[in-house]
């Protein structure tokens, strides 16, 4: 009998008025601690922003580039004694659910960042979501994400008007739908497929589309099954496989671990039908450097100073090189 892992992760949920997406970290059982909410090997949890409330704080936020909505936790909430506003219904990977939301009078980035007003932000678990909040794409729309994996940061700024690459960084634009951006300079095993950037996610997943023609193609590696927690702690079972190469732009990942499972943000961005890949944190981390650009709409890798192969057991693996 095949192994059952468990993998926490920011399962993708959205509400009737935008997508949401809780953060969390990929584990097995045995290595699973729930006190670990910042630091440990959960790359989307250490690296974190500061934000004010209200005029206080600061507060670490997680960014999600795969969430349309901004989401508190209610231990926040509640420490800050916000108003309840109107409840939203979720729909996540484990299904459907009714959760809180808070008024938020001002949220801001930075002392120099741009702010939401006004804002009705839903209340998930400060577990699930594995940190005091998350910043979705409504607070990014003009700014650029930098996520910096050699100095272990994030950062965020205003997005320049015209955006000059540096020789060492691999530009692929972007198509932009319901605010996100969308690569299509991409293939799986030579399968043309869509990719979205997915800092809210601690691992890479495809889509049912992909994994059946490759499938078809016999381009897919064996598979085991995974458990995958979503924003509301439901799980959901998902086939955890992998692909042995992906191209974005002028970068190959080569053995990527992939997640097979159906969220809804296949749905939402009308690619149910086409094959897509979420590419997570795991996928992102064996850069120097990743930029998602929101306003000029590229988004940017920076490669490690030499090309490198992980080697844990059995399915874990990959690594990035230059296409020539």
Not at 63 to 84: K, M, N
Not at 277 to 296: E, H, K, Q
Request: hydrophobic fraction near 45%; aromatic fraction near 4%; include cysteine.
């Amino acid at each position: 009998m095949r192994a059952l892992l468990s993998i926490h992760h920011r399962a993708k949920a959205f509400a009737a008025i935008g997508l949401l997406a809780c953060a969390a970290h990929a584990t097995t059982p045995e290595t699973t601690d729930p006190n670990q909410v910042q630091g440990g090997s959960d790359l989307s949890a250490r690296l974190t922003v500061p934000v004010t409330i209200n005029g206080g704080g600061p507060y670490h936020f997680v960014v999600d580039t795969g969430a349309e909505r901004t989401v508190l936790s209610r231990e926040l909430a509640q420490r800050l004694t916000l108003a309840p506003a109107r409840p939203v219904t979720l729909l996540s990977i484990a299904g459907s659910d009714q959760v809180d939301t808070a008024m938020v009078g001002e949220l801001q980035l930075t002392a120099k960042g741009n702010r939401m007003s006004d804002l009705e932000a839903p209340l998930l678990a400060e577990y699930n979501l594995g940190a005091v909040g998350m910043l979705g794409i409504d607070s990014l729309q003009t700014k650029k994400v930098v996520l910096d994996f050699r100095k272990m940061r994030m950062s965020i700024s205003d997005a320049p008007r015209k955006a000059w690459s540096d020789d060492d960084e691999i530009v692929v634009t972007a198509r932009r739908r319901l605010g996100q951006l969308i690569m299509v300079d991409a293939e799986a095993e030579g399968q043309k497929i869509a990719v979205i950037i997915d800092t809210g996610s601690a691992v890479s997943i495809g889509n049912p589309a992909l994994r059946a023609r490759l499938t078809q193609r016999g381009k897919i590696g064996r598979s085991v099954p995974i458990s995958i927690t979503s924003v509301t702690g439901g799980q959901t079972p998902a086939d955890y496989s992998s692909i042995r190469n992906i191209r974005i732009g002028g970068a190959h990942l080569l053995n990527m671990p992939i997640a097979f499972a159906d969220p809804q943000i296949f749905h939402r961005l009308g690619l149910e039908r086409k094959p897509a890949l979420l590419l997570g944190m795991d996928a992102l981390r064996m850069f120097d450097r990743v930029s998602i650009d929101f306003a000029n709409r590229d988004v940017r890798f920076v490669l490690p100073g030499s090309a490198w192969q992980a080697q844990p057991p059995q399915l874990a693996g990959g690594f990035v090189q230059r296409r020539g």
